[in-house]
T-cell receptor
């Protein structure tokens, strides 16, 4: 059974601070996605990483896929209150199903 | 980009009644759709995988007779919660794979409340 461990599950920090969310697995994924979900809405795709070692940037968000394609991180620089939300990582299994992390509830205090 | 339209967004029903949730892929063909259930402050839990023209594959512990899935066309999949009970109250979300972007596009979700 493939598992994806996401940490931390809850993070509350002040505006302007940096943070990193991690997703780790013992399994290899063909790709890994990061999503952000607002209350009462479906998840919205932020980025997909496919190649081992890949780094993608989305404004103040930096996503990295591990060399072995078993882990990934999301780093937010100078967090803003608008970054508040639930962040989810999901790894794509060979049958196209997504293996989900538990999610990180992020609160940025002004 | 790929869009999945999910309706209704909210529904309140009485115990014992059935509720149908629809998901439509608006600008692409979704041969496979996934149905999830999400409890407050938790991650998504896969209920079933729906394939166009064939029977859905249910995850362990999900009652196929209670959660009826129909995927009759490449753009429409439906989830019917039959004989709903208060414990079925939850947030239900569908998604389809966007082959172009390697990602998955999600519907906006349906908040089901059974009273």
């Amino acid at each position: 059974t493939q598992l994806l461990e996401q940490s931390p599950q809850f993070l509350s920090i002040q505006e302007g601070e940096n943070l990193t969310v991690y997703c780790n697995s013992s399994s290899v994924f063909s790709s890994l996605q990061w999503y952000r979900q607002e209350p009462g809405e479906g998840p919205v795709l932020l980025v997909t990483v496919v190649t081992g070692g890949e780094v993608k940037k989305l404004k103040r968000l930096t996503f990295q896929f591990g060399d072995a394609r078993k882990d990934s991180s999301l780093h937010i620089t100078a967090a803003q209150p608008g970054d508040t939300g639930l962040y989810l990582c999901a790894g794509a299994a060979s049958n196209y199903q997504l293996i989900w992390g538990a999610g990180t509830k992020l609160i940025i205090k002004p | 980009g790929a869009v999945v339209s999910q309706h209704p967004s909210r529904v309140i029903c009485k115990s014992g009644t059935s509720v149908k949730i629809e998901c439509r892929s608006l600008d692409f063909q979704a041969t496979t759709m996934f149905w999830y259930r999400q409890f407050p402050k938790q991650s998504l839990m896969l209920m079933a995988t729906s394939n166009e023209g064939s029977k859905a594959t249910y995850e362990q512990g999900v009652e196929k007779d209670k959660f009826l899935i129909n995927h009759a066309s490449l753009t429409l999949s439906t989830l019917t919660v039959t004989s709903a009970h208060p414990e079925d109250s939850s947030f239900y979300i569908c998604s389809a794979r966007d082959f172009q972007n390697y990602g998955y596009t999600f519907g906006s979700g349906t908040r089901l409340t059974v009273v």
